[in-house]
């Protein structure tokens, strides 16, 4: 039993954990449903806690060079202590509402649910499941906007945040768009946009890159000083309108 007990510490015969989730595919605030399935090991284990960790990826940069970081969105604890008896079975049902920061999955984004056992003196067994994660209706419904507009969305990425722009988080996922057609084409190089998601509305941060012209705009494209930041908010009775309201904003600082 001794021996049994110290292959466990190390992860033979230990407890093993398998989280389901009732669907794989979310939007942002959406309440994600489960169960935790625990199967005892070679030998009775007394668990402290399990947990859910919400995780995903951002890049940060520090002198020039880029990185993979990882980021808990958020913990959920699913059960305090319990002993697991050798080959005994538990399931145990969980619910929680997926925060309204949760970056979407698209481009290089990636997003997955950690499941963790506490147990003290041992090698804590993990689950890891991953998530699709589709844009909060507002979201959606700009990136229809700027779809309709003639943008082309280029690139998605969470990266690191200026400190005036972190809220609860250190990053912010960025969606860069190149107009392909439509009025914007040949008036701006690219549209780059964050948002800030509530149960309220969307703060979108629009950074307008215009294009270069003449001698001052290539002056100014050499500089960085073509770039244009721009607060846009929108609330849900604003949604069948956002292709005109993102228009006239675009049209005043292209």
């Known amino acids: 039993m001794l021996f049994k007990k110290l292959l466990s510490s190390i992860g033979i015969g230990a407890a093993t954990v398998d989280t389901k989730l009732a669907k794989a595919q979310y939007v942002q605030g959406e309440t994600v449903e489960g169960v935790v399935d625990i199967r005892g090991g070679s030998v009775e284990q007394h668990i402290d806690e399990i947990y859910l960790a919400l995780v995903t990826t951002y890049i940060r940069e520090i002198d020039d060079k880029k990185f993979e970081e990882k980021a808990v969105l958020a913990r959920y604890k699913v059960s305090g202590p319990l002993t ?48 699709t994660i589709e844009p909060h ?13 003639g943008f082309r969305l280029r690139h998605v990425q969470c990266e690191q945040a200026p400190r005036y722009w972190q809220r609860r988080l250190p990053f912010v996922q960025e969606f860069e768009f190149k107009p392909a057609s439509g009025p914007f084409k040949g008036r701006l190089d690219e549209l780059e946009a964050i ?29 960085d000083m073509d770039e ?3 607060r846009f908010a929108y609330g849900p009775n604003d949604a069948p309108s956002l292709p005109q309201l993102l228009a006239d904003a675009l049209q005043r600082y292209s």
Do not use: C
């Open 195 to 223: 948002f800030f998601v509530s149960e309220h509305g969307v703060e979108a941060i629009l950074e307008i890159d215009r294009k270069a012209r003449g001698f001052a705009g290539l002056l100014a494209e050499a500089l």
């Open 84 to 131: 697991i008896a050798p080959n005994e079975t538990k399931t145990i049902p969980f619910q929680f509402a997926l925060p309204y920061d949760v970056p979407v999955t698209l481009g290089s984004s990636r997003v997955w649910l950690q499941t963790g056992l506490d147990i003290k003196m041992a090698l804590d067994p993990q689950d890891r499941d991953y998530l």
């Open 137 to 149: 209706p507002l979201v959606a419904a700009f990136l229809e906007a700027a779809r309709q507009l």
């Open 228 to 230: 244009t930041f721009v």
